[in-house]
């Protein structure tokens, strides 16, 4: 699976001041492999807020977001699944009163939840599916659109962020 960034913006506030940082340029994130995205200085202090903005928007070829993984049903029939994401997306994460020193380095570490991708999803929705010629259920906005739509909702509740020392 993978996810392609277009626009990511790092924001930090404390009582007086805010430290800003934009990633202007795409990036493709491959879910199974550590990604670093980039690298922040920020000044050592107490922050009430740190807010992070990810900007997914619509490609001409491909996706914005792809995962695909296998299906089994209860009678334990397998087949290949693959929920394609391809419509502008905001995703905001925050995180709060976090205090830096400057001794020490931070990481900014962005967990994807997929098990909240199928939130709304049931059992019978997944088995309704209808598969491709070559057998593969495929989930996007113009194959299986229900379940798609289900799918959609859930999306923005996906990501959290921790800050670790």
């Known amino acids: 699976g993978y996810m392609t ?11 007086d001041q805010a ?5 202007a340029k795409p990036a493709t994130i491959d879910f199974f492999n550590q990604n670093e995205v980039g690298s922040i200085g920020i000044l050592a202090g107490d922050y009430n807020e740190i807010e992070l903005k990810l900007a997914l928007k619509r490609q001409i070829t491909g996706n914005v977001f792809a995962i695909s993984g296998e299906y089994t049903d209860e009678s334990g029939r397998k ?15 925050e995180a709060e009163d976090i205090t830096v020193n400057t001794s020490e380095n931070y990481t900014g570490l962005l967990t994807l939840e997929f098990n909240k991708l199928l939130s709304g999803v049931t059992s019978a929705d997944l088995k309704s599916a209808l598969p491709n010629a070559a057998g593969k259920i495929i ?12 799918m959609k909702s859930s999306f923005t509740s996906l990501a959290k962020a921790q800050f670790k020392k």
Do not use: G, R
């Not at 430290?19 to 990633?23: I, S």
């Not at 290949?80 to 995703?91: H, V």
């Not at 989930?139 to 289900?150: C, E, P, R, V």
């Open 5 to 15: 960034i277009n626009q990511l913006n790092f924001e930090a506030k404390k009582k």
């Open 19 to 23: 430290t800003e940082y934009k990633l």
């Open 79 to 93: 087949a290949p699944i693959e929920f394609n994401y391809n419509e502008d997306l905001t995703l905001n994460i």
């Open 139 to 150: 989930i996007s906005s113009t194959s299986n659109t229900d379940l798609f739509n289900k």
